[in-house]
């Protein structure tokens, strides 16, 4: 099974930029050796369980609370029993549609 989510956990009442706060949560991400994805709006995470997942997205929350009081955070999880490593699987089939190599930049490996 495969749970893919993307979220956006983004500080309220900082600055313009706010990638001083949301590294860190990056940080705790890519601590937990789950396959991410970092795009301009959001993170994509990919694991078997719930719980996995959630507690990687609790442990970047509870980060990014030591330092900030609001929090706006939009979660997408799409969620498929029997299959897994969608994040590939699901790039490969397009590019096999566009004959294109659209992993060359990122970060899938």
């Given at each position: 099974m495969s749970f893919l989510t993307e979220v956006s956990m983004t500080p309220l009442g900082k600055?313009?930029?706010?990638?001083?706060?949301?590294s860190k949560v990056v940080d705790v991400i890519d601590k937990s050796k789950l396959p991410y994805?970092?795009?301009?709006?959001?993170?994509?995470?990919?694991?078997?369980?719930?719980?996995?997942?959630?507690?990687?997205f609790k442990r970047g929350f509870e980060q990014m609370q030591k330092e900030c009081t609001r929090i706006s955070i939009l979660m997408k999880i799409d969620y498929r029993k029997g299959k897994s490593e969608r994040m590939k699987t699901k790039i490969k089939s397009l590019e096999e549609k566009l004959d294109k190599d659209l992993l060359k930049d990122n970060n899938i490996k």
């Open positions: 600055d313009e930029s706010v990638s001083t706060y949301v994805v970092i795009t301009p709006m959001g993170t994509i995470i990919e694991g078997e369980t719930w719980d996995e997942v959630m507690n990687v």
